[in-house]
């Protein structure tokens, strides 16, 4: 018995059918920590795109210091920083919380570069014409420029977005209960690692070509052109 259920060990197909609610829950985990994960990566994302594209050096330079710092180091280090670092500093959270914030902090990092590319991707032209028609520079950019830019980026998102999923198993270390972390302990509990391993990389596959599928309906639906100015 594992977390109130009794699994049936008499053939490998009862086998799989008894521990498919516990891994289902494991799961759910995965998919909470992976869109967790993905928020927190665009919003930082596009703030780290906004400080670099900052003229000012005081202001850019540590941005860019701070992107180059997520992409170099390795995210179960950061994942330690946050879990056991920053309760010295009377900050404590969750371990399901903690592991999603780290991987959406690493994740911003590229983020930051897909954002760059896609807003760099829209003709200066637009944004002139958008001026010459005296529309401020924040209205410019919120109703010219980013909707250009957006489905630009969407598939390069969608391929982070996936590999975020890919990479919710790394938060097993602070004993998240994610779908992996399930497997392995009923692994360790029945001595049958191939069924339990077998049907998780069965689920990630399907998660991971639903969201596929996914980023790629959205990617056709928008529009690619620029928008027409009225």
């Known amino acids: 018995m594992l977390f109130g259920i009794e699994w049936d060990t008499s053939s490998n197909w009862a086998f799989a059918v008894s521990i498919l609610p516990i891994l289902l829950k ?7 920590a992976t869109v967790l994960g993905f928020l927190v ?17 005081l202001i850019s ?12 180091t390795p995210l179960l280090v950061q994942l330690f920083f946050l879990y056991y670092v920053l309760p010295d500093y009377g900050i404590v959270l ?15 990092a590229y983020l930051s570069e897909v954002y760059r590319a896609g807003l760099e991707s829209v003709t200066h032209g637009q944004t002139e014409a958008a001026r010459s028609l005296d529309l401020s520079p924040l209205r410019t950019f919120g109703v010219i420029v980013l909707p250009q830019a ?18 919710v198993p790394v938060l097993s270390v ?12 009923i692994g360790d509990r029945t001595f049958n690692y191939i069924i339990p391993l077998s049907m998780v990389g069965g689920l990630y596959l399907v ?6 599928a996914g980023v790629r309906a959205l990617d056709t639906r928008l529009p690619k052109q620029g928008i027409p100015l009225r």
Do not use: C, H
Not at 150 to 167: E, T
Not at 207 to 212: D, E, K, N, R, V
């Open 94 to 108: 969750p371990a399901f919380l903690t592991g999603a914030l780290a991987l959406g902090v690493q994740y911003s």
């Open 26 to 32: 494991g799961l759910w985990v995965t998919i909470q």
């Open 174 to 185: 602070v004993s998240v209960l994610e779908m992996l972390n399930v497997a392995k302990i």
């Open 61 to 72: 330079w540590p941005a860019y210091v701070l992107t180059e710092f997520l992409r170099d």
């Open 207 to 212: 998660m991971t070509l639903l969201a596929s």
């Open 150 to 167: 957006i489905p630009r980026i969407i598939p390069a998102m969608g391929n982070y977005l996936v590999s975020i999923m890919k990479d």
């Open 41 to 57: 990566a665009a919003v930082l994302g596009l703030i780290l795109a906004g400080l670099k594209s900052v003229r000012l050096r």
